[in-house]
């Protein structure tokens, strides 16, 4: 299904390729996948992501739906959020996933671990003041372990605490008693994951054939998930 | 006397030369009996002859049995000292060559610039050749060590098992297609490439090889291409590459094996049989699927087995250690006896059960199975390697200088072929491809060691004519690419520049993005709705979490997630750091030293009302150090008291003492915390217990003490008194300390005086006048250690006190 639709030869691919980065091939396959979440409109709203039922056991879900939200993340210096996305927006977002290629230089290299650190940080920095405060760190914590029941909060708050400390100690060196960290600012958030690899680990492998039969036995299994949570809704 | 013999090869290790030289000393002294003795029974010598390998072994067998002889036959005094060598000879030599091998290792690590230009396991074959040269000199026939059956069963399994146990799962699985390409793919070219041309050459006029076939060919192809996981390991360990490169030359040379065991058997039974149909083609596929996933089953079925033992094991924490490594054992050798891969089963085994058994066991055990692992792996690599060197020598050579040759430039070309074909396909599927320089190190890296050599030996000499020359120049491609590429891949990673590998510990916020990344790829595969491999380990931890933790971990702890399981463990490595460093003088290194809560702590957060919030927090605190107190007294009663075969510390406080280093850390943080609200001067948060256990321990401290206040209860903590039994028992020191603590601690208490006077004495130092602040942080630093002597150590600091006064 949908292999005629989506062949590149509709012109606007050749612009959003060139900006994002991705195959025709690969954009006609989003664009399937972007088309089923909004059924069929030309935006993608919050509830068409809350609805993906996979995502459902996810615990950063809100953090990762906001994310594609996020007027920062869509390289247009833009701040807030947005209600609903276009395609193209999404395309954007997802090229932040994008592997890096074979042979790099050290710049280019740096220039996309930055940007995906900042996509990173964003998710983090909630109220976009440039800094994670320790509010938003234990959000962050908390979320993860949002999983795991009873235990998970009070022991949130502890981890996040430590690994604030740690960052203090790190970017800041000696403090003074009366001193005061206000949080995390991007130079120290490059600094404390220097030792992980982004550029080689934040990525996804993106599909460059239709992978048919596959996407049938998903597209079906997705819709009737959605037709039940619709059914839910109406009712 | 088996226990005799046996006592005499333990303490041999502690008095080596002047072991050696009674040892010589023996010798010469039978040795001059052994002339008399030999003229009166020369059948008996003879007879003995047989059974020793060793010169000196005869001789002392041939004197104790003239002992014995001349004891029946002739009524002489009862010996008092009698020699008896054979009786002990197998475990004795196993001993000393343990000794040996050990002895060099501790050798080689006094002499730093050596192993920093050789590799060890150069100089550990070295070694071995050495030692076999010496058996040589000596007259003797050289015994044959590497044995196969000794290798595969005893040298090689503990290797593995440590391989398996601390493999890195993570990138293991993250890069397993591509070490599985070079395992199976790469391997299977390399036997038939090298195989081939080997008869190809062996077929030139004037080579005199052409009585080679082409099957043993192949044969020696299959055993001389799999990269060797002890070479590897070996050489790898020193020169500290980064993750990727490591796992997947290492990974590669614990896969291989199955290819290898199936090439090997399906070879060897058709260079007797001749033809090779298709059918044995696909036969020898299914064969390779059967041995390789049979051997993954074997082993996963007894890690599962480890871990479900584990699960009881809480009540003979001592035997723990010894489940694990009996059940890895069987794995191997279960597998071994269906001719699966052994390899496989022990790495399977050793990756399925950590985790579970980890959580399961105490602590004690698992640093226990730790040492064992790496102190037994280590024996092995370094026994492996010298006998290496020995069986080199002993061994009956037939060199042929085109075999030899053409076998050491064929696997290097092969190899690299290998490599870089293989890179080209796997490239096309990879995320993080592999450089040039990756892919120069993969192909380098592949060495070759005694698996291929034991592999060898255990040819059929009737079958094999070529055995002999097969073995020399399996022994020279092992020398050669243990020794130049060994000796030279260190300097290129450092010419070429190849990323190392870090050697920082994992901080606990790459551990938080770490997972933080899982979940989100996970979310955008998702959203971008196809299964990747993200989307699949997400669905397998949570099938993991749901039912199969639940299973083989004991307890509650089967809900905690990685994150806070990573955390407790930060935190306790914190505490011991914190105990071993004697106090809280500063905290660990993890948890940063300059920085303390109040430096991220928002101040908006309104300070609690201090009067109210200080008995709060007091009596909370008291509780904690009553508790402390409490369990360390019996702690120091049950360990006096009893010694148990069976348990290393009396069992219900080994679990507590960890509880109580976590308290002691919680309680250093509560008192950072507390320096915070308190912005009272005068008012410490500092419980009378604490005075008195520091002015105990530590006269310095009495300095520090501003006021106390009233409001404070106070706990007696009579360590003395005739109501806790146990203080009889107690060490002299400490129930003296106790007993001036207390008499302290009671003076004080009465009167309410000794408070005042150390007020008193405190504004004659002028200490009053520090800010409360700093006051408090001096102190924290202070009093810390000053409990922590108290409590933990009622030895060093009780003979300075004795003549000091405190109180005039």
Redesign the interface.
Known sequence: MGALQSLPDEPEYRDLSEKTGFSFEQIGILHKRFKQLSHNEDTLRRDDLNTIPDLSCNPIRTQIIEAFFDKRNFHQNGEGTVQEISFEEFLVVMSHFRPPALDMTEEQREIIRREKLRFLFNMHDTDNDGTITLEEYRHVVEELLSRSGALGKETAKGIADAAMLEVASISMGHMEPDEFYEGITFEHFLKILKDIEIETRMNIRFLNMDTTNLCKKINSQQDHYLQVNGEQKIA | RVLSGTGYGGIHPIFLERGLLLLVMLIFLEGTALTLGAASSPDISAQDNTGGHEHLDDHQGIAGSNDRTNYTYTKKAFPVLSLDYHHIQVPFEISLWVLLASLMKLGFHLIPRLSSIVPESCLLIVVGLLVGGLIKLAGEEVPPVLDSNLFFLCLLPPIILDAGYFLPIRPFMENIGTILMFAVVGTLWNAFFVGGLLYAVCQIEGTYLSQVELLPCLLFGSIISAVDPVAVLAVFEEIHINELLHILVFGESLLNDAVTVVLYHLFEEYSGAGEVTPMDVVLGVICFLIVSLGGIAVGAIYGILAAFTSRFTSHTRVIEPLFMFVYSYMAYLSAEMFHLSGIMALIACGAVMRPYVEANISHKSHTTVKYFLKMWSSVSETLIFIFLGVATVAGPHAWNWTFVSVTVILCLVSRVIGVVGLTFII?KFR???L?TKDQFIVAYGGLRGAIAFSLGYLLDKDLFPMRTMFLTAIITEIFFTVFVQGMTIKPLVDLLAVKKK?E?KR????E??????D?????????????????WKDKLN?FNKKYIKKCLIAGERY???Q??AF?HK??FKQAIELVESGGGVKLPS??????????????KLPPPVAERALPQFTKGREEEIRKILRSNLQKTRQRLRSYNRHTLVADPFEDGWNDFLLKKQRLIELEKKM?NYLTVPGAIPDSPTMCRARLASDPNAFYNIKASSDGVPTIQVDLASPQSPDSVNMLNEFSKEGATGQSLGQREGATGLGQREGADRDEDQGLMMKPA??GE?GEGGNKNPGLMRCLSDPGPSNEDEEDEPFLP
């Open positions: 490239n995320i993080v491809k450089t870090q920082a901080s606990i916020n790459e938080i993005h770490t997972q933080f990344l979940h989100l790829l996970t979310g955008i595969e998702d959203i971008c709705g196809h299964y990747g491999h993200h989307h949570r809900k905690e997630p994150l806070i955390y930060m935190e993890a948890v940063p030293s300059q920085v303390s809560m109040q430096n991220i702590q928002p101040k320096s602040g700093k942080k």
